[in-house]
Nanobody, 122 residues
């Protein structure tokens, strides 16, 4: 069982930066996969970045490579977002799942936070 709470969203101009945080409480002590996802109205939720808590292995969506960095410190997950673009505007969610297939596909994720809004203006 994993409980997730996001924070750190807000409004920023294009080219700016934001750092999202996700507080995770996990009851088994097992390694698991965590990720950041985003969703805009009328579109499916998409994977942005993910990390495996054991090895620290990461993967990113092509649209954010070189601009976003996912990291983890104990029970906290972070997403540093630099050089933000208007198309990054979305509700960002923290997700978690126990499968070793640690991917960006939302269907694998069982646990979700409530989301935090990120708005980038041009």
């Amino acid at each position: 069982q994993v409980h997730l709470v996001e924070s750190g969203g807000g409004s920023v101009q294009a080219g700016g930066s934001l750092r999202l945080s996700c507080a995770a409480s996990e009851s088994t002590g097992r390694e698991f996969c965590m990720g950041w996802f985003r969703q805009v109205p009328g579109k499916e939720r998409e994977g942005v970045a993910r990390i495996w808590t054991g090895s620290g292995d990461t993967n990113y969506a092509n649209s954010v490579k070189g601009r976003f960095t996912i990291s983890r410190d104990k029970n906290m997950l972070f997403l540093q977002m630099n050089n933000l673009k208007p198309e990054d505007t979305a509700v960002y969610y923290c997700g978690a799942q126990y499968s070793s297939l640690c991917t960006l596909y939302t269907t694998w994720y069982k646990y979700w936070g409530m989301g935090t809004q990120v708005t980038v203006s041009s």
